[in-house]
């Protein structure tokens, strides 16, 4: 079993920035960042492989946004850049065992807490 903790988020004004982190307890293949807003089902944001080589965004966040990772920390990251209101969501880190980026969120097998981002228009 895999745990993750994410941090990072908070307030920000339109056009601001935040850095997401997520730690993972263990090893992990592929990592993936989700997001829910109230009253709308959870969407995938980014996701990226065990190596780094293969990453995918959903198309509102490309140019925006940016996922990484860091093995040696079991870490991910995921860089958001000129915010808008419509980011505004419960983010989710996830993992999932295949190393294949998908969108599906029941395609991942262990998920975090969730951290509130709030970007004001």
């Known amino acids: 079993q895999v745990q993750l903790v994410e941090s990072g988020g908070g307030l920000v004004q339109a056009g601001g920035s935040l850095r997401l982190s997520c730690v993972a307890s263990?090893?992990?293949?592929?990592m993936g960042w989700f997001r829910q807003a109230p009253g709308t089902e959870r969407e995938f944001v980014a996701g990226i492989s065990r190596g780094g080589g293969t990453t995918s965004y959903r198309d509102s966040v490309k140019g925006r946004f940016t996922i990484s990772r860091d093995n040696a920390k079991n870490t991910v990251f995921l860089q958001m850049s000129s915010l808008k209101a419509e980011d505004t969501a419960v983010y989710y880190c996830?993992?999932?065992?295949?190393?294949?980026?998908?969108?599906?969120?029941?395609?991942?097998?262990?998920w975090g807490q969730g951290t509130q981002v709030t970007v004001s228009s």
């Open positions: 263990g090893r992990t293949v592929v």
């Open positions: 996830a993992a999932r065992n295949r190393n294949d980026v998908v969108i599906t969120p029941s395609a991942y097998d262990y």
